[in-house]
């Protein structure tokens, strides 16, 4: 079955390679983009294409476990830009930007 | 094993910890009136007298929780039993890991009541931010299911990326706070993603579901099974790794250990690296072996452990900030822990090497910051080797502690850091990987060097006159620094009582 599905037919490679460059397209923004803000959407287009990922599997094998993960991954990426944004608004308040060359206190 | 949904006897411990939280959250609700009710006779100011009301408060609920969990396992007959849907594991030897966790909770809160007064952090939000984090650790170790691990996981990290911003004033301390943020948030994506290929690769989230019915074909990675299996493995690892801080994902370790306040820094340091590191000896080290990728892991963790090691030690030696020297030494701590495991026997012993070396490594650490925290004044960080300049004659005691923290740290008997060192290369010699190990060795004779340097600046140096630190009163740092200097000695001479631990712990793994 499960060589069938992805081999063969039902999108499984196409899903699977939208997973893969999604993760990368996130995984580029947080790592070239030098604003804070652009960093965390980075880390969460990385998170969307795991949802993404774990939604196909779900449907592949018929089971909820990968459904109940992504919902889990949804609370937990709004708990983590809530802590995120309120760090960076605060920053902002000291520097007035938000753009990581102004971050240079520590070195080494 | 027992498998029961849900009985209360075997989580008392967290659900009292749970209520804690409550409890703390109405004392900060209702400060005001129970501020006017006790104060009637102290000179303290406000801030640092609800500091105190909530260090207190958090301690008796830390002890209360302490004996639960010694409660539950008189309880339940010491049995072992998987709770909630093949979620969470309790009882049996995971008892020593909850209770040694606590006990890197309790320290880091004696470190702690008066530092916060010093450095004007709000206590009852960290009190409360590090009793969410000690949730989440305790969670983490006894995680049976991927949902479980990932929920624990953030719970554990979240609350401290807030606690590591919590010094507002410092420049220095929201800048780590958003360094650790992001990076961390970024070391979970990975993690996420290996996630959903093991998941992808066996249908199942439960750790030990996936574990058994991951097959690695002779033919590596010829199936789609076996590539989702190793992607999968591969990012997991990379995701953990990051929490345990091995090179080449270390950036952020030297960064936010200088910028938090240093209580938080010796939570970060012990309490998060070793529960990470059970869940990467439940998953990596754990009974199943992975056929033939176990090469591939092999390689792959013995590389990262012994550049780790290296990077770590060497770089240690340059640094001037004594906090950052702290923060490149955990890296290489992570780096000999990981050693135990790089050969990938799959047995008992080399967990239990690995949890006896982070137990020390609790108490070692904690003494070591436990005297930067005791030197530290209003106006007065001491955290570079410049303040360190003879200490020693004004601080004999704070000086002899340290000196025990850096004997341990770099591995002189009869500290326990010692013990833990052979534990990790006799692992390694048992598995013929010498020249690994004679690596390892010589980088751990490189340590001795910034070790010892710190104990010369301190004993050896005329102090800066302009620089004088008066003496004053803190008892709870006191108790902290000599339970955990008291714990490096006899568990150095007798290590047996920790290694039975240790194995008791680890046999929960398997």
Same mark, same amino acid.
């Given at each position: 079955?499960?060589?069938?599905?992805?081999?063969?037919?039902?999108?499984?490679?196409?899903?699977?390679?939208? !997973?893969?460059?999604?993760?990368?397209?996130?995984?580029?923004?947080?790592?070239?983009?030098?604003? *804070?803000?652009?960093?965390?959407?980075?880390?969460? *287009?990385? *998170?969307?294409?795991?949802?993404?990922?774990?939604?196909?599997?779900?449907? *592949?094998?018929?089971?909820?476990?990968?459904?109940?993960?992504?919902?889990?991954?949804?609370?937990?990426?709004?708990?983590?830009?809530?802590?995120?944004?309120?760090?960076?608004?605060?920053?902002?308040?000291?520097?007035?930007?938000?753009? !990581?060359?102004?971050?240079?206190?520590?070195?080494? | 094993?027992?498998?029961?949904?849900?009985?209360?006897?075997?989580?008392?411990?967290?659900?009292?910890?749970?209520?804690?939280? $409550?409890?703390?959250?109405?004392?900060?609700?209702?400060?005001?009136?129970?501020?006017?009710?006790?104060?009637?006779?102290?000179?303290?100011?406000?801030?640092?007298?609800?500091?105190?009301?909530?260090?207190?408060?958090?301690?008796?609920?830390?002890?209360? $929780?302490? @004996?639960?969990?010694?409660?539950?396992?008189?309880?339940?007959?010491?049995?072992?039993?998987?709770?909630?849907?093949?979620? =969470?594991?309790?009882?049996?030897?995971? =008892?020593?890991?909850?209770?040694?966790?606590?006990?890197?909770?309790?320290?880091?809160?004696?470190?702690?009541?008066?530092?916060?007064?010093?450095?004007?952090?709000?206590?009852?939000?960290?009190?409360?931010?590090?009793?969410?984090?000690?949730?989440?650790?305790?969670?983490?170790?006894?995680?049976?299911?991927?949902?479980?691990?990932?929920? @624990?996981?953030?719970?554990?990290?979240?609350?401290?990326?807030?606690?590591?911003?919590?010094?507002?004033?410092?420049?220095? %301390?929201?800048? %780590?706070?958003?360094?650790?943020?992001?990076?961390?948030?970024?070391?979970?994506?990975?993690?996420?993603?290996?996630?959903?290929?093991?998941?992808?690769?066996?249908?199942?989230? $439960?750790? %030990?579901?996936?574990?058994?019915?991951?097959?690695?074909?002779?033919?590596?990675?010829?199936?789609?099974?076996?590539?989702? #299996?190793?992607?999968?493995?591969?990012?997991?690892?990379?995701?953990?790794?990051?929490?345990?801080?091995?090179?080449?994902?270390?950036?952020?370790?030297?960064?936010?250990?200088?910028?938090?306040?240093?209580?938080?820094?010796?939570?970060?340091?012990?309490?998060?690296?070793?529960?990470?590191?059970?869940?990467?000896?439940?998953?990596?080290?754990?009974?199943?072996?992975?056929?033939?990728?176990?090469?591939?892991?092999?390689?792959?963790?013995?590389?990262?452990?012994?550049?780790?090691?290296?990077?770590?030690?060497?770089?240690?030696? &340059?640094?001037?900030? $004594?906090?950052?020297?702290?923060?490149?030494?955990?890296?290489?701590?992570?780096?000999?822990?990981?050693?135990?495991?790089?050969?990938?026997?799959?047995?008992?012993?080399? @967990?239990?090497?690995?949890?006896?070396?982070?137990?020390?490594? &609790?108490?070692?650490?904690?003494?070591?910051?436990?005297?930067?925290?005791?030197?530290?004044?209003?106006?007065?960080?001491?955290?570079?080797? +410049? +303040?360190?300049?003879?200490?020693?004659?004004?601080?004999? #005691?704070?000086?002899?502690?340290?000196?025990?923290?850096?004997?341990?740290? @770099?591995?002189?008997?009869?500290?326990?850091?010692?013990?833990?060192?052979?534990?990790?290369?006799?692992?390694?010699?048992?598995?013929?990987?010498?020249?690994?190990?004679?690596?390892?060795?010589?980088?751990?004779?490189?340590?001795?060097?910034?070790?010892?340097?710190?104990?010369?600046?301190?004993?050896?140096?005329?102090?800066?006159?302009?620089?004088?630190?008066?003496?004053?009163?803190?008892?709870?740092?006191?108790?902290?620094?000599?339970?955990?200097?008291?714990?490096?000695?006899?568990? #150095?001479?007798?290590?047996?009582?920790?290694?039975?631990?240790?194995?008791?712990?680890?046999?929960?793994?398997?």
């Amino acid at each position: 079955m499960f060589t069938q599905y992805i081999l063969a037919g039902d999108g499984g490679v196409f899903t699977i390679a939208v !997973v893969l460059i999604l993760f990368a397209l996130g995984a580029m923004v947080f790592l070239f983009r030098r604003t *804070l803000l652009h960093m965390l959407m980075g880390v969460e *287009l990385m *998170l969307n294409a795991v949802n993404l990922n774990l939604l196909f599997f779900s449907r *592949l094998y018929q089971n909820h476990d990968g459904q109940i993960l992504s919902l889990m991954i949804f609370v937990v990426a709004a708990c983590e830009v809530a802590v995120g944004i309120a760090i960076i608004v605060h920053l902002y308040k000291r520097t007035g930007s938000i753009g !990581v060359e102004n971050y240079t206190e520590e070195r080494g | 094993m027992s498998e029961l949904f849900f009985d209360p006897a075997f989580l008392l411990g967290e659900l009292g910890l749970a209520a804690l939280i $409550v409890v703390l959250t109405l004392a900060d609700a209702f400060r005001k009136p129970l501020y006017q009710l006790f104060n009637g006779t102290t000179q303290l100011s406000e801030l640092e007298y609800r500091n105190r009301q909530a260090g207190w408060l958090t301690g008796i609920g830390f002890v209360i $929780v302490a @004996a639960l969990f010694i409660y539950t396992n008189k309880l339940t007959g010491g049995e072992p039993a998987i709770l909630l849907h093949n979620s =969470l594991k309790a009882g049996g030897g995971l =008892l020593i890991g909850k209770l040694v966790i606590l006990i890197a909770g309790i320290l880091t809160l004696l470190l702690s009541i008066r530092y916060t007064s010093i450095e004007s952090i709000p206590g009852i939000d960290y009190y409360l931010l590090l009793c969410f984090s000690l949730l989440g650790a305790l969670t983490l170790i006894a995680a049976e299911n991927f949902i479980m691990l990932f929920l @624990a996981l953030e719970m554990m990290s979240i609350p401290i990326y807030a606690m590591v911003g919590l010094k507002r004033y410092n420049p220095r %301390s929201d800048e %780590s706070a958003i360094k650790y943020l992001l990076l961390g948030g970024f070391s979970s994506g990975f993690l996420l993603l290996g996630i959903s290929f093991l998941y992808g690769a066996t249908g199942s989230l $439960v750790i %030990s579901d996936v574990l058994t019915s991951l097959s690695f074909p002779t033919i590596e990675l010829a199936t789609p099974q076996a590539l989702f #299996g190793a992607l999968g493995l591969i990012f997991l690892f990379i995701g953990l790794a990051f929490k345990v801080s091995l090179v080449p994902f270390h950036a952020w370790t030297p960064d936010v250990y200088e910028g938090a306040a240093t209580p938080i820094t010796a939570f970060m340091s012990v309490a998060v690296k070793l529960s990470a590191f059970a869940v990467i000896l439940k998953i990596f080290a754990g009974s199943t072996s992975f056929g033939g990728f176990d090469s591939i892991l092999v390689g792959m963790l013995g590389f990262f452990a012994l550049i780790t090691v290296m990077y770590g030690n060497s770089v240690a030696i &340059v640094q001037t900030n $004594v906090k950052r020297m702290l923060a490149y030494s955990s890296i290489a701590h992570a780096g000999y822990m990981a050693l135990a495991i790089a050969p990938m026997t799959h047995t008992v012993d080399a @967990a239990k090497a690995v949890l006896f070396y982070g137990i020390g490594y &609790v108490a070692m650490n904690m003494l070591a910051f436990g005297v930067l925290i005791y030197l530290t004044r209003q106006n007065h960080y001491c955290e570079t080797l +410049d +303040d360190l300049k003879g200490v020693a004659r004004k601080f004999p #005691g704070a000086a002899a502690m340290m000196t025990i923290a850096m004997f341990s740290l @770099a591995g002189i008997p009869p500290a326990v850091g010692f013990v833990g060192k052979i534990q990790i290369f006799m692992q390694l010699i048992n598995a013929h990987m010498y020249i690994t190990a004679v690596i390892a060795l010589l980088f751990s004779f490189v340590a001795l060097y910034f070790y010892i340097n710190v104990l010369v600046v301190m004993y050896m140096k005329e102090p800066d006159t302009d620089k004088t630190i008066e003496s004053s009163h803190q008892f709870p740092v006191w108790v902290a620094m000599a339970a955990s200097a008291l714990l490096i000695i006899l568990l #150095g001479i007798l290590p047996t009582p920790l290694l039975n631990w240790s194995q008791q712990w680890a046999s929960i793994l398997f």
